[in-house]
């Protein structure tokens, strides 16, 4: 059986996979293949008689033809890959690719164009400009609620500096009158007092010292968080002997607990001792207040050639180790503490200050050891370099 021979120029040209037409320099359709009528539901006597190239175009293509490839194929004869609309028949658009040149022929030029259907081109196309469009528009709202995040951040961090400056300004005016209360108490004292009115006054006087060290813890507070940071006036002091004289009394204040003290070496050493002494006096009342009532609370002094070491430690509760790391944090208090305790300052304050004097605090915590605080302090001038 003998194999068919090779189609028809003719059939290849109606039957290409892309579509041709050839149109006179007016843009009148003189040669259109049967793929080009398949895509646009013509029949060929229709596409002959009527529309020109440019009528087969969407108007933003008959735009473009206008404005782009008109001019550019009288000055270079010839246009590639160019994206267009064809409009159906029944008015819907196909998106294609033209290539179009000019020929002659018989002297004569004509327009020679083939198309190529990109319809999934065009969805890819459509999509990625979508996409696109959704991208922007999500850069935007990020950028929007990044400059509202930060125009609230703004206004908190002025409201937190507000009530901050606030905090200072009302400790510090308050102690005025507290200092009035403290005269009175110190007056009514010495005068001839009965048992119940001395109870009275005592317990007056309690409070006013309370609320002088709440204030304190307040004014510390607001000066390190403002970040000027804790005033400090280092000098060469004893300190084990301005600790002993502290915790002598410290004893006095808790007469109903064992408060003992221990020295190591030689107490010289540069520090602001005020501060210091404020430090170890808020862990001594907060081991007091947390350690077990039979046992003593033992503050331990050592000094070496460029530290110098003190630990307070008590028996008691043990410290569960995942409330360690935020024992220092302001408004931290333990979860057994009560409200007379204080305000969760004090260990805040205690890190401060040895902060300030480059020094290191750290905790141990276990039923068998106890609970100890261990502050190590440089014994050079804060700020200085060995």
Known sequence: MNSPGPPAVEQLFEHAPCAHLVADMGGR?????????????YDKTELLAGPTFADLLSMGGRIFHQTHIAPLLRMQGSVAEVKLDFRRKDGKLLPVIVNATERPWNGVPFLHVAAFVVEDRHRYEQELLRQRQRAEELAAENARGQRELAAERGRAEERAAFAEKLVGVVSHDIRNPLSVIRMSTVLLERSGLSDSQRVTVDRVARAVTRVNHLLGDLLDFTQAKLGRGLELVPATVDLHQSLSDSIADQQVAFLDREIRFERHGSGFCVADVNRVLQAVGNLVA???????????????TASRAD??????????????ADQIPNLFQPMVRGPEAHAEEGIGLGLFIVREIVERHQGTIHVDSSTERGTTFTIVLPCT??????
Do not use: E, K, Q
Not at 286 to 300: K, L, S, Y
């Open 286 to 300: 907060n081991a007091v207040a947390h350690g077990a009532p039979d046992r003593p609370v033992t503050v331990t």
């Open 381 to 386: 001038p804060p700020g200085s370099s060995s």
């Open 29 to 41: 359709l003189v040669l259109v293949n049967a793929t080009l009528c398949d895509w646009l539901g």
């Open 307 to 320: 530290t110098f070491t003190i630990s307070v430690h008590n028996f008691g509760a043990v410290i569960p």
